[in-house]
């Protein structure tokens, strides 16, 4: 069984992590499928995730029904966190406000984290396997330069 969404079935031992809503559900159900595809169609994304101090495949991780996403209500101005001990995820209203790729992208950065790439410090590890995972132009991951109509952010680190 996949990573799973909270949609009321779980209660997350995070203090403000809870089940989405019917309205983010569209959103999350398009971000799961497109993973699925992704990871399938795009070898950089699984070889990039082995490289990560955890050294899981994103295939391995997003099969793995014990990861929870959740609905993080107070984590603005955040698009995601993970909360390292449980490793449980969360994502926010910016990125459900940016719309579904950054829904997408979010997730992946996540899942990164929860692969053990740094959280501080400034690391990108978890930022460019969203580049890796084909949300960004290779112009942003070589020169630095944001390119707004891609999820991937060059300038995020942790």
């Given amino acids: ?18 089940s989405f809503n ?10 799961r499928n497109k993973l699925f595809r992704m990871v399938k169609n795009n070898p950089s994304c699984n070889a990039h995730f082995r490289t990560l101090p955890n050294g899981r495949s994103l295939s391995s991780m997003i099969g793995d029904s014990s990861i929870w996403v959740n609905y993080g209500s107070m984590i603005a101005p955040l ?11 969360a994502i926010g209203d910016r990125a459900f406000n940016m719309g579904r790729w950054m829904v997408l992208a979010t997730i992946i950065h996540e899942f990164a984290h929860h692969n053990g790439a740094p ?36 300038n995020v680190g942790g």
């Fill in 1 to 18: 069984m996949p990573f799973q969404f909270n949609v009321g079935d779980h209660s997350s031992p995070v203090a403000n992590y809870s």
């Fill in 22 to 31: 019917s309205s983010q559900y569209s959103k999350l159900k398009w971000a």
């Fill in 79 to 89: 698009h995601g966190e993970i909360h390292v001990p449980t490793g449980e995820i």
């Fill in 119 to 154: 959280i501080t410090g400034g690391n990108t590890l978890a930022e460019e396997a969203v580049y890796h995972c084909g949300l960004g132009t290779a112009q942003e991951y070589y020169d630095g330069v944001d390119d707004p109509r891609t999820p991937y952010d060059p």
